[in-house]
């Protein structure tokens, strides 16, 4: 952690400052896990150790709660595990995530006390829980975690005054960090992490945080790697500049930025882009044609309509009726496309929506339309290394070159890989299947360079030998990569 230094940030508290120069893919800190837990949802499709997806998963024999890869993983969990297989016998039922993971973190600090690491900057005592400050009905569900948790918590372990137990439920409450899948593609679980909860806010951050599983493959543990977080500079930081990473998605207004910072973690933004309502005119304006633009009027109506059509189109997608979801994205963007932006993000939420719905129905040159659309209105939008572009860019590449539109789908592999080399590391799993996808593409470009007619002909033929599976089923764009810290729903 020499490259970092705990300072006052104005109006912030503390924060971390750069000890020293950093260039843009920089790692600038890493950091494992104080301790994690799989969500509920998910506990039956995630290994509880290394939080990979996998088809079939191994029951601990005794909990009958905790899954597992192999035994490899199950040894390596058991550590964390131990006391909560015996609490949850004990206890006859599985408590939910929240009080899995305050009761995790609370065994580990009673066994290697409040500092587990010479790198820890700060005790869980020293964080902030915001309890005072948290909404009449979050309070009633904390008195009911807490009151579970008293139940659930073993008379054989050491026992906790109530103050110190509210800390705990606070601080993750604020400060529990989302854990993703393998690839990076789904939340699954969530986690604490202490340094992390040290970088402040920022809604044009100058760092990404991302997750790297480490490796547990090996048969022997001594040569498995921790699972922990990256801090990755996305631009030159020089030193003694504040570290700042974003809790919300800047796709948002700054006004509903604001509001969701304000909730969620109890403080008013006053960073220059909310200030000073950076590209708030064009996530909410009309579009120019020939310097025309709309009234603000229309503007207003098909705003307003295609909020309206986004409730529908959730319903219908929550329903798994895909077709019903076309059938109302298709509606609202022939009658709002016309009139919005093409950086609206309601514009953009529809064709988000589109894309993804007609790519898992394998209508791949419409899906690729809206993609495209999607990436450029993206790219005036996002900072020019934000992942949920790069992702977005990968998604749009892939979708193409699906479409045999193999020039732009080449392209698009290509910013998405150079993106995500900033955020997420030569490493990381994703990185490494752009990579793979950026070289198949490009021997493909070379192909269709040469001759058109013939990449076509042994295209359909490779298709026509190897019929193309349905992809799986399109989840919520918000979900796993736009929040970088968990909520309690």
């Given at each position: ?220 543990t001594i040569f498995h790697s921790q699972r922990r977080i990256e801090l990755r500079s996305l631009g030159k930081i020089a030193e003694g500049e504040e570290l700042t990473v974003a809790y919300v998605d800047y796709l948002n207004v700054s006004e509903e930025r604001q509001r969701l910072l304000k909730t969620q973690y109890f403080f008013d ?143 698009m592999i290509c910013k998405a890989y150079a993106i995500l080399m900033v955020t997420h590391g030569p490493t990381h799993p994703i990185t490494k299947d752009l990579e793979a996808m ?52």
């Amino acid at each position: 952690m020499e490259n970092v230094a705990i300072f006052d940030s104005p109006g912030k508290g503390r924060g971390l400052k750069a000890a020293k120069e950093f260039w843009t893919g920089d790692v600038i800190f890493s950091e494992a896990s104080l301790s994690a837990v799989v969500f509920d949802s998910h506990a039956e499709r995630i290994c509880h150790s290394c939080f990979r997806r996998q088809e079939k998963l191994q029951r601990c024999g005794q909990c009958k709660f905790a899954h597992y890869c192999d035994r490899t993983c199950q040894r390596a969990g058991w550590a964390e595990h131990k006391q909560e297989c015996s609490a949850i016998k004990a206890y006859g039922k599985v408590p939910n995530e929240n009080i899995r993971l305050v009761s995790r973190i609370m065994w580990r600090i009673d066994k290697e006390g409040s500092l587990v690491s010479d790198l820890q900057l700060t005790t869980l005592d020293e964080l902030e829980d915001h309890l005072n400050d948290m909404q009449e009905d979050d309070l009633k569900e904390l008195k009911v975690d807490i009151h579970n948790f008293l139940d659930y918590w073993p008379r054989t372990s050491k026992q906790h005054t109530i103050d110190d137990i509210s800390h705990i439920f606070g601080v993750i409450n604020c400060n529990g960090f989302t854990v993703s899948d393998q690839r990076g593609l789904q939340a699954v679980g969530v986690g604490l992490f202490p340094n992390l909860c040290l970088v402040n806010h920022d809604c044009w951050p100058n760092c990404t945080v991302i997750l790297n599983h480490g490796s547990q493959s090996a048969v022997n543990t001594i040569f498995h790697s921790q699972r922990r977080i990256e801090l990755r500079s996305l631009g030159k930081i020089a030193e003694g500049e504040e570290l700042t990473v974003a809790y919300v998605d800047y796709l948002n207004v700054s006004e509903e930025r604001q509001r969701l910072l304000k909730t969620q973690y109890f403080f008013d933004c006053t960073c220059e882009h909310c200030t000073n309502k950076t590209h708030d005119d064009i996530k909410k304006g009309g579009r120019e044609v020939e310097g025309v633009k709309p009234s603000d009027e229309q503007v207003k109506e098909a705003t307003d309509y295609c909020f309206d059509m986004m409730e529908k189109m959730d319903k219908a997608r929550l329903n798994g009726d895909y077709h019903e979801v076309v059938k109302i994205c298709r509606q609202c963007i022939e009658k709002t496309e016309p009139i919005l932006a093409e950086t609206h993000i309601y514009q953009l939420r529809m064709w988000s929506t589109m894309s993804e719905v007609q790519a898992y129905l394998q209508y791949f040159e419409e899906a690729a339309d809206f993609a495209r659309k999607m990436v450029e209105g993206y790219t005036k939008l996002y900072h020019p290394n934000n992942a949920a572009l790069g992702m977005a860019a990968m998604r749009a590449g892939v979708t193409h070159w699906q479409a045999g539109l193999i020039e732009v789908g080449h392209g698009m592999i290509c910013k998405a890989y150079a993106i995500l080399m900033v955020t997420h590391g030569p490493t990381h799993p994703i990185t490494k299947d752009l990579e793979a996808m950026r070289m198949q593409t490009e021997m493909e470009l070379r192909m269709f360079k040469q001759n058109e007619y013939v990449y076509h002909s042994m295209r359909e033929a490779a298709l026509k030998n190897k019929p193309m599976t349905m992809l799986h089923e399109p989840k919520s764009v918000e979900e796993g990569i736009k929040n970088l810290f968990h909520r309690r729903k």
